[in-house]
């Protein structure tokens, strides 16, 4: 019984599950529904309406913190970080971002209005909890027709037919963070600049199938990717 505790005592406590949890800001206010992946583990989490987040992680674990409207963050998990809360800060990208436009292209304010009316009519139907206000205990009619819309849209469609998965856009980001192609950085292999990475992401979401992520398919995925990239190039440089 001694020799089974000392062995117990003697085992490093990092090799147990360990949290990271914590309070997630910007410059303005907590944020909600931000992405949190665990890179070294390969699994992710989101913040809830309070910007509060939870996640399992271990010492030397790399944490990723993600969200379309700041800049990503990584953190090292070290033992300061686990088993209580911390506070992370992300920095807002849409400065950058405006910057980036204006010194690489000429400013085309009907194209950006429309690309960006596009991607916040995208981010409705795919992450609409992100938009909803807390219940007042009045009845919503206007929320409960858009709903109700929707539904009667997607029934229009054939039932029968079997709509194949697709990459998330988590999937995405490990892929541009950890893919390589004989030694080289997909990005330099796509010619996508870094600043253009988030939204080439959003091009490419509902148009890679998730079968392609399978090690046998790496040529198909990366021959999928090249069209990708010259269909969005072409596209931005319209």
Do not use: W
Not at 99 to 121: G, P, R, T
Request: aromatic share 12%.
């Amino acid at each position: 019984m001694r020799l089974i505790l000392f062995f117990l005592l003697s085992i490093p406590s990092s090799l147990f599950a360990q949290n990271i949890s914590g309070t997630i800001y910007d410059d303005g206010s907590t944020l909600e529904y931000v992405s949190v992946i665990n890179i070294t583990k390969n699994f992710e989490s989101f913040s809830d309406a309070n910007g509060f987040f939870t996640i399992e992680a271990i010492e030397n674990d790399t944490i990723l913190f993600s969200s379309s409207f700041h800049i990503d963050k990584k953190i090292l998990v070290t033992n300061d970080y686990l088993n209580k809360e911390v506070t992370i800060q992300l920095e807002q990208k849409i400065n950058n971002l405006e910057e980036v436009i204006i010194s690489n292209y000429s400013f085309d304010e009907k194209q950006f209005n429309s690309n960006f009316k596009n991607q916040i009519l995208y981010d409705l139907d795919h992450n609409m909890q992100a938009y909803e206000q807390p219940s007042n205990g009045n009845v919503d009619f206007r929320k409960i027709f858009i709903r109700a819309n929707k539904l009667l849209s997607k029934n229009k469609k054939n039932k029968s037919s079997i709509t194949p998965n697709y990459i998330t856009y988590s999937e995405l980001k490990l892929l541009f963070l950890e893919q390589g192609f004989n030694n080289e950085k997909l990005t330099d292999v796509l010619e996508i600049k870094e600043e253009n990475v988030d939204l080439f992401m959003d091009f490419c979401r509902g148009k890679i199938k998730s079968e392609l992520l399978e090690e046998k398919n790496n040529f198909l995925l990366l021959d999928k990717l090249i069209d990708l990239s010259t269909k969005f190039k072409k596209l931005s440089a319209e």
